[in-house]
């Protein structure tokens, strides 16, 4: 394949099958030790926003746990855009949205290693000043959709680059308590919170059953609804 590629100088894909490739252990493995799970975070942070919030989220598990919560609580998959396939980008569509919606609040949930490839993004965010913008980061300092490699979040602060980006409010939690707390005090944004939780998803989690035409026209509808 590879002469045949280096023959052609032309694009290809390799199409590898499901589990042809046995499991590979990281050489540096490293672990928060958090209390919540990103799952349980996500769950908490639902429950106590209000109904009518308008949430991106990024792609990867995020996503998929966002969206299995949502089935399990029984309520429509319409309030929230899956980010799906475009990584560190679920921040600046959010804050598209928080500009032109700005009687809606809009979340952000995004990881650790989406926010550190798109950085720049927490300048325009800040300079722009959206008061409807909630930018949550759920920090397990991995990639872990992807394999769980490290990233660099452990080593530096994004609460401290969140308020030299002249974000309003930015704190670091690491409890249920503290999500609501920070929710409730419904301060003017644009807002970050970190979110400090574990590696690691449940192996039976599931994906989403809509396409991802379905979400953007469920979620364009609801975000016109107000």
């Not at 959206?130 to 300092?141: G, K």
């Not at 990233?151 to 680059?161: E, F, K, P």
């Not at 400090?196 to 379905?214: I, Y």
């Amino acid at each position: 394949i590879y002469t045949h590629i280096r023959k052609n100088l032309q694009a290809h894909v390799l199409i590898v099958k499901k589990d042809t490739f046995s499991d590979w252990k990281l050489q540096k493995e490293h672990q928060i030790n958090a209390e919540l799970s990103r799952e349980e975070a996500i769950e908490t942070l639902v429950t106590t926003l209000p109904q009518d919030v308008a949430i991106v989220s990024t792609t990867g598990m995020a996503s998929r746990e966002l969206y299995e919560i949502r089935e399990k609580q029984c309520v429509g998959h319409e309030h929230d855009f899956l980010t799906v396939g475009s990584m560190g980008h679920a921040s600046q569509i959010a804050l598209g949205i928080a500009l032109q919606k700005k009687n809606r609040t809009i979340v952000c949930l995004d990881g650790d290693g989406s926010t550190l490839m798109h950085t720049g993004a927490l300048g325009i965010i800040g300079s722009l000043q959206p008061v409807n913008y909630i930018h949550v980061v759920l920090n397990n300092s991995a990639h872990d959709s992807v394999g769980g490699q490290p990233t660099v979040a452990s080593s530096i602060n994004l609460v401290d680059i969140a308020k030299a980006c002249n974000y309003q409010k930015s704190v670091r939690v690491t409890t249920k308590e503290e999500i609501k707390s920070f929710i409730d005090e419904n301060n003017s944004g644009p807002l970050f919170l970190e979110i400090m939780v574990r590696k690691g998803s449940r192996k039976n989690l599931g994906r989403p059953k809509e396409s991802p035409q379905k979400n953007k026209d469920l979620f364009m509808k609801f975000i016109d609804t107000y």
